[in-house]
Nanobody, 115 residues
Framework: QVQLVESGGGLVQPGGSLRLSCAASGFIFGINVRTWYRQAPGKERELVARITSGGSTTYVDSVKGRFTISRDNSKNTVYLQMNSLKPEDTAVYYC?????????WGKGTLVTVSS
């Protein structure tokens, strides 16, 4: 089993920044993909950013140039640096770790972008 705990969410003004963290514990050997998703009120969950074990990254078009995903293997943590935040970035952000056909989810952290 793998346990994931997100942190770093909160209320921020448009144009501001936040850094989300997702700390993993448990049997994380073999995890090969780490992904941030988000779900806004009334919308489906969407992939925001992904990083593979080889370091390749993928972003949804709406966050390219503003968000950066990274990882610290020594801390079993993945990060999402979010800059130039917009009201449409408001959502619950979830991290997901995948290992073959298995995947694990955190409970999410709320990001609210509002003046």
């Amino acid at each position: 089993q793998v346990q994931l705990v997100e942190s770093g969410g909160g209320l921020v003004q448009p144009g501001g920044s936040l850094r989300l963290s997702c700390a993993a514990s448990g049997f994380i050997f073999g995890i090969n993909v780490r992904t941030w998703y988000r779900q806004a009120p009334g919308k489906e969950r969407e992939l925001v950013a992904r990083i593979t074990s080889g370091g390749s990254t993928t972003y949804v078009d709406s966050v390219k140039g503003r968000f950066t995903i990274s990882r610290d293997n020594s801390k079993n943590t993945v990060y999402l640096q979010m800059n130039s935040l917009k009201p449409e970035d408001t959502a619950v952000y979830y991290c997901n770790f995948a290992k073959g056909v298995l995947d694990y989810w955190g409970k999410g952290t709320l990001v609210t972008v509002s003046s």
